[in-house]
């Protein structure tokens, strides 16, 4: 089993910057990938940004590109999303999750959420 505790989130203003972290513990080398979900209300949830554990290019959700980096620390058990020119549209629930199999979307694991509220 693999535990995700996320922290970071809040309240900006557009154009302000936001840092989202996520914490792995228990079983987490049968981590293959990590990285964090959105979803807003009335919208489908979004795939937003994914990084392997052993490295490669990370993905991003094109609504991103650019303006969001996902990152890892040298343990690789803890992700960092930062989020910089945030725009009211990313205003949604972040979820860290984590995949034990190649595709990163087919997330096993996730962490409780948090907010991300930009204001115009």
């Known amino acids: 089993q693999v535990q995700l505790v996320e922290s970071g989130g809040g309240s900006v203003q557009a154009g302000g910057s936001l840092r989202l972290s996520c914490v792995a513990s228990g079983s987490t080398y049968s981590i293959s990938c990590m990285g964090w979900f959105r979803q807003a209300p009335g919208k489908e949830r979004e795939g937003v940004a994914f990084i392997y554990t052993d490295g490669g290019s990370p993905y991003y959700a094109d609504s991103v590109k650019g303006r969001f980096t996902i990152s890892q620390d040298n343990a690789k058990t803890t992700k960092y999303l930062q989020m910089n020119s945030l725009e009211p549209e990313d205003t949604a629930m972040y979820y860290c999750?984590?995949?034990?199999?190649?595709?990163?979307?087919?997330?096993?694991?996730w962490g409780q959420g948090t907010q991300v509220t930009v204001s115009s």
């Open positions: 999750a984590a995949s034990t199999r190649v595709q990163c979307r087919d997330a096993k694991y």
